[in-house]
């Protein structure tokens, strides 16, 4: 019987060993999950949607076959689905019945694409209406044409993106709500197919405790294997010396009347080429125990899984509004929009290269970049305009939209010097074919706090340029404020703005130009000058902030008129960037130079007893001639 036992618990070991040995073998099943389909004769698009990627857990990878260059992108499903909709693509699907990949033809959707792409994609002005941003009219359609054969690559849309000759293989990990665009990105070539595998985990939580299990097993087999001998031996012996333990295997005495020799022989018969194994199974066995415990893999895992920073905040705002807009960009995707523009910049600012400028400047930004290339190509000396950096200073306020455009203010360190005031920079898209472009890029005066917002992820509202809720309609602010600078306290806007601490005011306002027409009179100089300040033609931009407030980005335009007093004078420029930029350096009809102000405000709500603050400003020349 202790035989049985014996042999028993060596059986059982030698099966769970071979069962955590085949866990991490001939029962781990394959690798991968794979399923691959052709697509449509002259598919040039294809949209991996979010749920086929979710079909199977694990590591997403994804195979495109096409000719000349193949591209991959993902981003967030509803920015894919927009980019798309312009264009004829293959939509991906798995069969739930079989299993398999398959793909349909959709067409260009005219409509759909147009209604992405509204004129009143911002608060009403009416704080009772019901409608909605998105329920704005329509642009004109005849001014919204359809992109043909659009290239996706460098869209502000994408988190990321990837390109091949005729086969690129990308592994991925994305989570829920994401979802894959690939293309030819060449406009006459084609896709083939597309692949796509999940990564099975290969990880056996039970391998590692079968494996210690077998091996316990194993030791206790082995011992009561010893016992049973050990009892066998002595129950064939004379009892006399032979009441220990284990007596049984020992070498034998002479006063036994057996000789140690023939005790060996009878051991070695009763063993047999069993013992050399028996001692083996010991040395196996440890070297598995060793093995096992060099992977994490082999153990079951206990407590939480750890949660990616950040994730927690946008999985509890989710939760509690399943229908909240989404925010116009994510803060990873917002660092790769402003690396780009950086890059734009200092590329263009160097060379002077307008055309690469309107790639990513436009309104009154774009002004101030096309004027001082034309100044700086005719006196080098001048200074370059500010330069931008991707690091962004805590603070993000992207719009909340399904819709387009999408507007974004944030706020970046000087990509010159990090001791320079830092930019307050606002950036627009027009439709999901467009790139953002940087509208607005205002120097934060020392001091300035800027208002409370919403986070990153939850985002803000556009207001419209006629939204009454406010201190001043957006659309009135840069019409009162270029008042105040004309007329000072006299100003009927004199008592909406926060003057005291504004810089602007003081260098530009009433006073400065009284003191600069009394310079004149004062120095016999035969000229007089004139000044007026009047609204730019820079997009009024306003994003609600918290306290029912509102962050306002405008520009005005103001000109500096000189004119002989009479026939015989001449008027000159004083600096040489007005004249580089008229191409003449005096006149005797007179000689004028137009600043373009960018002007960033806090606007309080209309109950509010704080007045409009100015928060920062660029200035640049834009114009200058004779009269």
């Known amino acids: 019987m202790r035989y049985v036992f014996a042999i028993a618990t060596l059986a059982l070991a030698a099966v769970l060993i071979l069962l955590g040995i085949g866990q991490r073998t001939f029962l781990s099943g394959p690798s991968a999950i794979r399923v691959s389909t052709e697509l449509s004769a002259d598919s040039q698009y294809a949209l991996l949607p979010a749920d086929v990627l979710a079909e199977n857990v694990g590591r997403q990878t994804v195979t495109v076959r096409g000719e000349k260059n193949v591209y991959l992108a993902y981003a967030r499903t509803a920015d894919v689905q927009a980019w798309l909709t312009a264009v004829p693509h293959d939509v991906l699907s798995i069969d739930q019945k079989t299993g398999e990949l398959s793909s349909v033809s959709v067409k260009a959707d005219e409509d759909a694409y147009r209604k992405l792409v509204v004129s009143g994609d911002s608060e009403p002005s009416d704080t009772t209406a019901t409608k909605t941003p998105a329920e704005g009219d329509a642009m004109e359609t005849s001014q919204l044409a359809l992109p043909k054969n659009p290239d996706p690559k460098g869209s502000d849309l994408w988190l990321a993106e990837y390109s091949e000759d005729n086969l690129l293989t990308q592994a991925m990990d994305l989570p829920e709500g994401i979802s894959v665009i690939v293309a030819a990105r060449n406009g006459d070539k084609v896709l083939d197919g597309v692949s796509l595998s999940w990564s099975v985990d290969k990880s056996t939580p039970l391998a590692g405790p079968l494996l210690v299990g077998g091996i316990i097993l194993g030791i206790v087999g082995l011992f009561l294997y010893l016992l049973a001998v050990d009892h066998d031996r002595r129950s064939t012996r004379p009892r006399r010396g032979n009441t220990k333990r284990l007596a049984g295997l020992r070498r034998q005495s002479a006063l036994t009347g057996v000789s140690p020799k ?255 027409r009394q310079g004149f009179a004062a120095n016999d100089q035969e000229g007089e000058a004139s000044f007026s300040t009047v609204p730019g033609d820079g997009e009024v931009v306003a994003l609600s902030t918290a306290q029912q407030g509102a962050l306002v980005a405008v520009s005005v335009l103001d000109t500096e008129t000189i004119v002989p007093t009479n026939e015989r004078a001449e008027i000159t420029f004083s600096g040489s960037a007005a004249a580089a930029l008229a191409g003449t350096n005096k006149s005797n009809t007179g000689l004028y130079q137009t600043w373009e102000y960018q002007l960033l405000f806090s606007v309080p709500g209309a109950d509010s007893k704080d007045k409009i603050k100015l928060l920062g400003f660029t200035h640049s020349l834009v114009k200058a001639g004779a009269n």
């Open 262 to 516: 023939s005790i060996e022989k009878d051991r070695r018969r009763a063993l047999g080429g069993g013992r050399t194994k028996l001692l083996a199974i010991p040395v196996v066995l440890s070297v598995a125990l060793m093995a096992s415990g060099c992977s994490a893999d082999y153990w079951p895992k206990f407590g939480n899984e750890p949660v990616a920073p950040g994730s927690t905040a946008a999985a509890t705002a989710s939760a509690e509004d399943q229908d909240a807009l989404p925010p116009a960009v994510t803060s990873p995707q917002l660092t790769r929009i402003l690396t780009d523009a950086s890059d734009v910049a200092t590329t263009a600012d160097t060379e002077l290269d307008a055309e690469m400028a309107k790639t990513r400047f436009a309104g009154a930004a774009l002004d101030e970049r096309l004027a001082n290339y034309t100044i700086r190509a005719k006196s080098p000396d001048t200074k370059a305009p500010g330069a931008l950096s991707s690091t962004v200073m805590d603070y993000e306020l992207p719009q909340s939209t399904k819709t387009w455009p999408r507007t974004i203010f944030t706020v970046v360190e000087d990509g010159t010097d990090s001791e320079n005031p830092p930019l307050g920079v606002v950036l627009i898209q027009k439709s999901p074919h467009d790139n953002y472009m940087i509208h607005y890029a205002v120097e934060i005066s020392g001091g300035s706090v800027l208002p409370d917002a919403a986070p990153a992820y939850i985002g803000t509202s556009r207001l419209a340029p006629d939204f009454n809720a406010l201190k001043l309609q957006p659309k009135n602010i840069a019409t009162a404020y270029a008042d105040v600078l004309n007329n000072g306290a006299d100003s009927n806007y004199y008592d909406y703005f926060d003057v005291t601490d504004d810089n602007l005011v003081s260098q530009v306002g009433q006073s400065w130009r009284q003191s600069e």
